[in-house]
């Protein structure tokens, strides 16, 4: 199989990939995500996207234009339609690049999430702020890693906030603060299973991630939270992902985030596993988008 890795760079993960899939018998090669263009009419072979590339494996998506970023959704989607494996498939990263979409799917499907208010005004922000007990967490709707993300439970610095995120154009993400000891858990799905779980710690930070310094250890997931995990990433549509589940304060678990991109580097560490050879595996013998 011929797998082009889409990203916009060759780090960790794009080399890893690339190591698997040699391994395991494949031809992988890097595409930078800027470069793919098309041409028409789809009858033009040599001008239909990723021609000559029996799979795609989206690593990441390069930071543009809102019409570049949509020019590239179009191109995943048009490769599908030529035929091209596309993994996460495209529908699946538009919902969980977008953290409103990602929850509206969430609670469509009946799953426990942390009480969420998206805005565009400040003043609606406020409003929002107090109904959601003057402690909430605010994110961008693009983004991972715990990048961007504040806590905000002073009155003057969430108008303050509010009032630039609007005077920038961005859109207001508040979620209620959880509470919790410190943790939470990461799953990592392949093909609707659970292939291994991490819980994330961090004593000096609210954010657990470890791009933010938290630290990983292997955990044996229970049942109901493998269970909540393939549940999440059912309803966003996405065969391989990370999802993050997060203790609140009563025993209850919310399902905080579903990464369709997700990075497996402390992961396979943790839990001493082949991450990047269990997603060529998968996406050469299994998946079907």
């Known amino acids: ?170 859109v207001l993400y508040l979620q209620k603060f959880v509470r919790h000891l410190g943790w939470d858990l990461r799953a990592f799905v392949i093909g609707g299973r659970v292939v291994a779980g991490m819980k994330r710690t961090s004593r000096s930070d609210w954010r657990t991630n470890v791009a933010q310094g938290g630290t990983a250890e292997r955990v044996e997931l229970a049942p109901a939270e493998r269970e909540l995990a393939v549940k999440a990433a059912n309803a966003v549509g996405a065969a391989v992902c990370g999802v993050d589940l997060l203790p609140g304060p009563g025993g209850e678990m919310f399902v905080i985030e579903v990464n369709a991109v997700p990075g497996w580097r402390a992961l396979s560490a943790a839990c001493e596993i082949d991450v990047a050879a269990a997603i060529v595996r998968y996406l050469a013998e299994e998946y079907r988008a």
């Open 1 to 170: 199989m011929r797998i082009a890795i889409l990203s916009g760079g060759t780090g960790w993960h794009v080399q890893d990939v690339l190591r698997a899939a040699g391994e395991l018998g494949h031809v992988a090669e890097i595409v930078d995500f800027r470069g793919v263009s098309a041409a028409s009419p789809a009858t033009h072979r040599s001008g239909e996207p990723l021609a000559g590339f029996d799979a795609a494996l989206v690593r990441t998506m390069p930071a543009g234009s809102l019409e570049q970023i949509v020019f590239r959704m179009d191109l995943l989607h048009a490769a599908a339609g030529n035929g091209v494996t596309v993994l996460n498939s495209p529908r699946a990263l538009e919902a969980c690049v977008d953290k409103f979409l990602t929850n509206a799917r969430l609670v469509r499907a009946g799953l426990p999430v942390p009480v969420t208010v998206v805005c565009q005004r400040w003043d609606d922000a406020m409003a929002a702020f107090a109904e959601l007990g003057g402690d909430v967490v605010v994110k961008p709707l693009f983004g991972s890693e715990g990048r961007g993300m504040v806590r905000v439970s002073d009155p003057e610095l969430a108008w303050r906030t509010f009032r630039a995120i609007e005077q920038t154009g961005g």
